[in-house]
């Protein structure tokens, strides 16, 4: 049910804008955890509204902030179990991860530093970590950490050196007699004549036919220089096992600093999701929700994706404005009329709020639900054979209606509208009805069915609907659809009005005109549809 909720909201692009750089942070972000506990909500917006004062700080000073996102995009992850032994790309790893962490914690303010519990005590790791002649992102295991390593490795120094003198030697020699050179080729094709006789050159290359004028030739190692390789061979062993010993002392220091480096991890987790949090906020007038234990109170609540299409369109955008305090609300409206997109701007709000994001409104005051349901058009639908559209919905009616103990936030938009209008609309009823007395459930409803029973503890609101003061329905004559489109945006009010069950004027008909339907049959609708109110 999550997933559909998140889908109705259209939450997934907006929460694409988010972005932690470290990959404790991101992985965070993949998770995207839904907040139930409302001291940890407290917990992060602190942490928030902490960013966002240092944000504001900073403004005259882009060069620390560039250093900070720097190394925070530098943060590597490195092993988190204690091993016996680390490799060196793994010891490289955590060395890399202190430099980083420290430089962040140095160019923040002290009240940041406390407000995250930024703290440095393993300076004696990290020195330990820079032994040699080593740069602060770098590490190999240096001569300095062992002296038996230093002798073996200028023994491999003095050895490599007599190789070299004794292959220069031996090339010298073979470009003296035939003037080849093989410079970094382990072979030469030469023509034949320029060797002579194979038997004669064998002190010196092996000689194979390539084909009829050509000769394959390598050149001989000498017995120095096999003595010299097999002894560079043994040191080579030797030096491995000195590097095994050093890692093995810096992997025993590594697992016992592994507690406090899981600590700095947790650290940086926290501070670069409230930075990403707060560069959101800033972006986009995000504010601080408010969490109480009854109404949902949203002034100019901003549904952005909505908010960005309107704008792209160049329409009109109304913020919404709502205070709704039952347990069931029931939003009236025809197509058009703008009753989805409330249901959508609460949940777009409510997800905003409950991943610990600020949201786009001038207040938003809230509960904090457990369960998330959305029931309508768009849902993922399970492949069962035999049911319908409106059987889909009532299994999903079903799987929701166990979630209603405990607090939830469920949204029916256009419920059972795939039967015929009178069943629909008693079945709505009923449902309402069966809420209508749960405060544990916070419930939204919204519909075209006029039929729908009204209870005493359920709140009916209604779209504005089309403002019919100067509107002329010649309007859209003879112009594009994009511009009809634009044309009833105009004149749509997109604003939350009680229902007093006295609205006789069909906006969907005067939409259908509007969109270019034939002038005489929106008449005659207009003409059956007053019949059969005053019925």
């Keep these: 049910m999550m997933r559909d909720f998140l889908a109705y909201a259209e939450f997934g692009g907006f929460w694409e804008r988010f972005h932690p750089e470290t990959p404790f942070g991101r992985e965070e972000k993949e998770r995207l955890t839904i907040h139930t506990a409302p001291e940890d909500l407290e917990k ?31 943060i590597p992850r490195f092993p988190e179990e204690p091993r016996s032994v680390y490799d060196e790309v793994e010891i490289f790893q955590f060395k890399k991860f202190l430099h980083n962490y420290k430089s962040i914690g140095e160019l923040l303010d002290h009240e940041v530093q406390h407000r995250f ?48 003198f004794a292959r220069d030697h031996r090339a010298a020699e073979i470009k003296a ?57 043994a040191l080579l062993s030797k030096e491995r096992s000195c ?59 901003r549904f952005i994706p909505c908010e960005e299409m309107c704008r792209d369109l160049g329409t009109p955008y109304t913020a919404l404005d709502a205070m709704l ?15 989805t997109i409330v249901l959508k701007s609460i949940a777009f709000l409510q997800l905003c709020a409950q991943t610990g994001l600020f949201v786009p409104a001038d207040r938003f005051e809230t509960r904090v639900f457990r369960h998330f349901h959305y029931l309508g058009e768009g849902c993922i639908r399970e492949d069962i054979q035999g049911l319908s559209g409106f059987g889909f919905e009532i299994r999903q009616l079903n799987q929701a209606w166990e979630a209603f103990q405990e607090p939830t936030l469920a949204l029916f938009d256009e419920f059972a509208r795939t039967t015929n209008s009178h069943e629909a609309e008693a079945i709505l009823s009923a449902v309402i009805e069966g809420m209508s007395g749960n405060h544990a459930v916070m419930a939204f409803f919204s519909t075209h ?18 403002d019919r003061a100067g509107l002329d329905l010649h309007e859209a004559d003879g112009v594009a659809l994009d511009e009809r489109i634009r044309l009833i945006n105009k004149h749509m009010e997109h604003r939350l009005v009680p229902d007093d069950e006295t609205r006789t004027v069909s906006d969907a008909i005067a939409v259908a005109a509007l969109l270019g339907m034939d002038p005489a049959i929106a008449r005659r609708a207009e003409n059956f549809y007053q019949t059969r109110t005053q019925e």
């Design 44 to 74: 992060i917006w602190d942490q928030t509204d902490c960013l966002l004062a240092f944000l504001a700080k900073l403004e005259g000073d882009t060069v620390r902030l560039s250093r900070i996102t720097h190394h925070l995009k530098r």
């Design 117 to 164: 519990g930024f703290s440095f005590v393993s300076a004696s790791f990290e020195r330990l970590l820079d032994v040699g002649r080593q740069s602060a992102e770098s590490f190999y295991v240096a001569d300095e950490y062992s002296p038996e390593l230093a002798s073996v490795r200028a023994e491999i120094r003095k050895v490599d050196e007599s190789l070299r």
């Design 177 to 233: 007699r035939w003037g080849l050179e093989f410079g970094f080729k382990d072979f030469l094709l030469v023509v034949r004549k320029t060797i002579g006789d194979p038997q004669a050159a064998s002190d010196l290359l092996l000689v194979e036919p390539y084909d009829e004028t050509m000769y394959a030739v390598r050149p001989l190692r000498s017995a120095e220089e096999l003595v010299l390789s097999e002894r560079r061979t």
């Design 243 to 301: 590097e095994e010993a050093v890692l093995e002392h810096l992997s025993r220091v590594a697992s016992e600093e592994l507690p406090r480096l899981l600590e700095y991890r947790e650290v940086v987790r926290a501070f670069d999701l409230a930075l990403a949090r707060a560069r959101l906020a800033r972006e986009y007038d995000l504010i601080r929700p408010t969490i109480g234990t009854g109404a949902l109170r949203i002034d100019r609540g």
């Design 325 to 339: 305090d039952a347990s069931v609300t029931v939003v009236f409206g025809s197509n058009m009329g703008g009753k």
């Design 449 to 466: 069915f006029r039929g729908v029973q009204r209870f005493r503890n359920v709140s009916y609101l209604r779209m504005k609907g089309l």
